[in-house]
Nanobody
Framework: QVQLVESGGGLVQTGDSLTLSCAAS????????MGWFRQAPGKEREVVAG????????YYADSVKDRFTVSRDNAKNTVYLQQNSLKPEGTAVYYC???????????WGQGTQVTVSS
């Protein structure tokens, strides 16, 4: 079992930056991938970014490419999502997820709210 706890959400203005954190605990040694997803009111959940737990591979949704950066600190069992140049359409609940194989997520955090005011 793996537990995920997100933090770092909040209310920001358009153009601001924000960094989300996801602390993983439990059987993290066998994890393959960590990802960030978001769900805006009335919309489907969508992938934002992902990173291989061992490093060396990341992916991003086209809508956030060049503005968001996903990284991980294995010593702290923590994954980060650095968000720059935030836009109002980025308002959503952001979820951290973890999985044992590529693009297959087995565990989810409780989510953290990000609100971007215009």
């Amino acid at each position: 079992q793996v537990q995920l706890v997100e933090s770092g959400g909040g209310l920001v203005q358009t153009g601001d930056s924000l960094t989300l954190s996801c602390a993983a605990s439990g059987q993290t040694f066998s994890l393959y991938v960590m990802g960030w997803f978001r769900q805006a009111p009335g919309k489907e959940r969508e992938v934002v970014a992902g990173i291989r737990w061992s490093g060396g591979f990341t992916y991003y949704a086209d809508s956030v490419k060049d503005r968001f950066t996903v990284s991980r600190d294995n010593a702290k069992n923590t994954v980060y999502l650095q968000q720059n140049s935030l836009k109002p359409e980025g308002t959503a609940v952001y979820y951290c997820a973890a999985g044992y194989s590529a693009y297959n997520y087995n565990y989810w955090g409780q989510g953290t709210q990000v609100t971007v005011s215009s």
